[in-house]
Antibody
Framework: EVQLLESGGGLVQPGGSLRLSCAAS????????MSWVRQAPGMGLEWVSA????????YYADSVKGRFTISRDDSKNTLYLQMHSLRADDTAVYFC????????????????WGQGTLVTVSS | DIVMTQSPDSLAVSLGERATINCKSS????????????LAWYQQKPGQPPKLLIY???TRESGVPDRFSGSGSGTDFTLTISSLQAEDVAVYFC?????????FGGGTKVEFK
């Protein structure tokens, strides 16, 4: 059974930093692209970043480029999102999502999602 | 960026009746090299993550009931629930995966009439 478990969310002041983690199990983690998607309270879904599988590239939304860094440790089956210079509009639930089996580089749909971790940016 | 526009924003349907949700992309998501539409549909219930229903615009994910169907090509797509059940009350999102940044529609809330 595929499981994705996010952690690391919390309350942070504007300008602060936070690192999110996503522990994966139930599939060959290294073979699949992984992504972060966020959802502000009561709002829709916004793709944040992706890391290709099997040594693939990294991709970012313009809204986070230069502030967020996605990484993965395939030996630990874990995806990360390092967030710096956080702003109020980064407040959201951050979901970790696995790319579907027919996805190709940069063309990702998502067949499994974690429960999400809430990041609140406020003074 | 490809903008995804869903309509309506909300929809009230009687139990057992048909629900139809539309999704329009600002540019075509039909990839000519494989004739596939890079369009997915998700269902999200309150307090839960999204669940994949449909990919390639019309391919149902394993385990998804056959009352859910996707159609359309190019820039115009539809998700149809043929006979609404109690457990289908949710918000539905479309997503294009033709280009990064990947983009989602604003969502359509399906409720009981």
């Amino acid at each position: 059974e595929v499981q994705l478990l996010e952690s690391g969310g919390g309350l942070v002041q504007p300008g602060g930093s936070l690192r999110l983690s996503c522990a994966a199990s139930g599939f060959t983690f290294s073979s699949y692209a992984m992504s972060w998607v966020r959802q502000a309270p009561g709002m829709g879904l916004e793709w944040v970043s992706a890391f290709g599988g099997s040594g693939g590239g990294t991709y970012y939304a313009d809204s986070v480029k230069g502030r967020f860094t996605i990484s993965r440790d395939d030996s630990k089956n874990t995806l990360y999102l390092q967030m710096h210079s956080l702003r109020a509009d980064d407040t959201a639930v951050y979901f970790c999502a696995k790319a579907g089996p027919y996805a190709t580089p940069r063309k990702y749909y998502f067949d499994y999602w974690g429960q999400g971790t809430l990041v609140t940016v406020s003074s | 960026d490809i903008v995804m526009t869903q309509s309506p924003d909300s929809l009230a349907v009687s139990l057992g009746e048909r629900a139809t949700i539309n999704c329009k992309s600002s540019q075509s998501v039909l990839y000519s090299s494989n004739n596939q539409n890079y369009l997915a549909w998700y269902q999200q219930k309150p307090g839960q993550p999204p669940k994949l229903l449909i990919y390639w615009a019309s391919t149902r994910e394993s385990g998804v009931p056959d009352r859910f169907s996707g159609s359309g090509s190019g820039t115009d797509f539809t998700l149809t629930i043929s006979s609404l059940q109690a457990e289908d009350v949710a918000v539905y999102f479309c997503q294009q995966y033709y280009y990064t940044p990947l983009t989602f529609g604003g969502g359509t809330k399906v409720e009981f009439k």
